[in-house]
């Protein structure tokens, strides 16, 4: 059974320019989750996908982000016009609906993204 | 104010000891969960262990336990029997039902460093 994958692991890039990160849930999962964690901090949720729809994105997820999950199964999330503040690890996780609190999120090794 | 609070920045322990990482949590809701998620300095969070407000029993799997206090609203994690592999940041979180109309995310603390001495 193969865990949550993210692409690419690292990524550096000038400001301005725009990337893409690349998430392979688990692959039963249908709730998908993509985070923010900056140096120092825990990660800060961004946006969250059951199935192919995005049913909420944080106040966080400024109009330079976008995420999309085309067909319930991979999520890219987006970022363009690069901002230096935007470096951070971006994390993504995915679980299995189960209706009770005790729903566990598994992450993946996230991508680190570094804005010159 | 602070969901969850993890006051603790460092934390260091023998090898074989016993640890404790701190948490507190800051909420109205009567229904919620807490998590610990391990991540080591390869980046990826693993999941340990999850309570549930109304678990009367304190949670364990294997090695790691929870102090559960409700009351006190905290939730410590306790490490047994620590191995140097143990050594990593630890993060406390926390689902609420009822946050905003959503209980699906994850409110994460700053995290415990937790090294294990040789």
């Known amino acids: 059974d193969t865990g949550v994958s993210q692409n690419p692991r690292h990524k550096i890039t000038k400001r301005g320019q725009n990337v893409t990160f690349r998430c392979d849930p688990i692959?039963?999962?249908?709730?998908l989750y993509w985070y923010r964690q900056t140096l120092g901090q825990g990660p800060e949720f961004l946006t969250y996908?059951?199935?192919?729809?995005?049913?909420?994105k944080s106040r966080l997820l400024s109009d330079r982000f976008s995420a999309e999950r085309p067909k319930g199964s991979f999520s890219t999330l987006e970022i363009q016009r690069t901002e230096q503040g935007d470096s951070a690890m971006y994390l993504c996780?995915?679980?299995?609906?189960?209706?009770?609190?005790?729903?566990?999120?598994?992450f993946g090794p996230g991508t680190r993204l570094l804005v010159l | 104010a602070q969901k969850i609070t993890q006051t603790q920045p460092g934390m260091f322990v023998q090898e074989k000891e016993a640890v404790t990482l701190d948490c507190t949590y800051d909420?109205?809701?009567?229904?919620?969960?807490l998590f610990w998620y391990k991540q080591p300095s390869s980046g990826e969070m693993i999941f340990l262990i999850y309570?549930?407000?109304?678990?009367?029993q304190n949670a364990t799997e294997g090695r790691y336990s929870l102090n559960f206090q409700k009351a006190r609203k905290s939730a410590n994690l306790v490490i047994s029997a620590s191995q140097l592999g143990d050594s990593a940041m630890y993060f406390c979180a926390m689902r609420e039902r009822n946050s905003g109309g959503s209980n699906y995310k994850l409110t994460f603390g700053k995290g415990t460093l937790l090294t294990v001495n040789p």
């Open positions: 909420t109205s809701d009567p229904s919620y969960g």
């Open positions: 996908f059951q199935n192919e729809a995005q049913l909420e």
């Open positions: 309570q549930g407000s109304y678990d009367q």
């Open positions: 996780a995915s679980s299995f609906t189960s209706g009770d609190l005790g729903e566990t999120q598994y």
């Open positions: 692959s039963e999962h249908n709730r």
